[in-house]
């Protein structure tokens, strides 16, 4: 007699362990692949624009994941962490000459010595105290930059030349977009590795119960110190990628509320996944452009509206906050896999 498997099971610790579970998925994630990569010819500056914050806020918010959500160590300092990368990356290739795609890695591993440091107090401080103490270092980092003005040129900021390849200069959007793809696709995947290894199940136990995983032998100092240091390495790498994208890098670029923007996309995203920072990035990254256009299509009407546009984008944005913090506490990746389950069970309910 002939059985035919109803359902998808699981039959070793390796296959439920799978980024991509079932041949669906692979298909599903193949083709959204295919369509990054035929999107930019069909788009014009201003959407590739878009696309280009969306890859680079996406590396940032995984990295900070790492550390908030999987790791439960409150952070409001990765804006400055993607300062040092960014200010990393314009010395190495202004004094050094180093090329693009050695400057980037470097920066990211000036950042996770940086951000390793400054997780220190993490041995004895958690919540809110240490979320201070990441401040506290937001605001150190910002002070150094200024003050070292022959390293960074201060409140003036660093000019750096656009990347190159094989002579190629990456000087417009639609050029970067073809960095930063590959860039982010890789490094996504490599945090959804991450926490599914040795070191990511002990970031989870850390953050469900930190005297439980120090009972079972994790050492909790270099576990936190570990999550900083590949939490600030991503923030590293983004901004280096930035520096790369504007060419100007000042301090301004990275003040505290890059750091709120970022602690804001893995709340609305979804702490604890990695697809959800890749949703909380775009919603974010999106947003306000949004609200953009619609204020440019109210100021036709009523001229007196552009004026306040920017206090509507900070009203908008605290209000979106809130709302999720209300109705969706675990982010669009939980509504996210709802549809799925819903699309899943389809047409019954059960």
Request: charged residues 10%; positive net charge; hydrophobic residues 55%.
């Amino acid at each position: 007699m002939n059985y035919t498997n109803c359902g998808n099971f699981k039959c070793s610790y390796e296959k439920d362990a799978a980024l991509f579970q079932t041949l669906f998925s692979r298909i599903c994630i193949g083709a959204f692949l295919l369509l990054l990569v035929i999107v930019p010819f069909l788009l014009d500056h201003y959407f590739i624009y878009i696309l280009n914050m969306i890859l680079i806020a996406v590396i940032g918010a995984a990295g900070l994941n790492i550390l908030t959500g999987f790791t439960g160590l409150i952070s409001l300092g990765q804006g400055a962490f993607m300062a040092v990368g960014a200010f990393g990356a314009g010395c190495l290739s202004n004094r050094f000459g180093l090329p693009f795609y050695l400057a980037i890695p470097a920066a990211g591993v000036i950042a996770a010595l940086v951000g390793a440091f400054f997780g220190i107090p993490s041995l004895r401080l958690k919540g809110l105290y240490l979320s201070i103490a990441t401040l506290a270092a937001q605001f150190i980092i910002e002070f150094i930059i200024i003050r070292a003005e022959p390293i960074t040129g201060g409140v003036q900021g660093l000019s750096i030349d656009y990347a190159s390849f094989f002579g190629v200069a990456i000087n417009d959007d639609f050029r970067f977009y073809w960095l930063a793809l590959p860039l982010a696709v890789a490094m996504t995947l490599a945090a959804a590795n991450i926490v599914r290894s040795k070191i990511g199940r002990a970031f989870l136990s850390v953050r469900d119960n930190y005297i439980a995983a120090e009972a079972m032998g994790i050492n909790l100092f270099r576990c936190k110190l570990t999550a900083f240091a590949i939490s600030s390495f991503y923030a590293g790498v983004a901004g280096s990628l930035w520096a790369y994208y504007t060419t100007i890098v000042t301090v301004e670029n990275f003040t505290i509320m890059v750091s709120i923007q970022y602690l804001s996309m893995i709340i609305i995203g979804g702490l604890g996944s990695i697809l959800g920072s890749i949703f909380g990035a775009t919603f974010l990254i999106v947003l306000p452009e949004i609200l953009q256009s619609l204020s440019n299509m109210a100021a036709g009407q009523y001229p007196a509206i552009s004026q306040i546009v920017g206090a509507l984008k900070e009203m908008a944005f605290g209000l979106v906050i809130i709302l999720f913090l209300l109705f969706e506490p675990e982010g669009l990746a939980r509504r996210w896999r709802l549809i799925k389950a819903y699309w899943k069970l389809w047409p019954f309910s059960y």
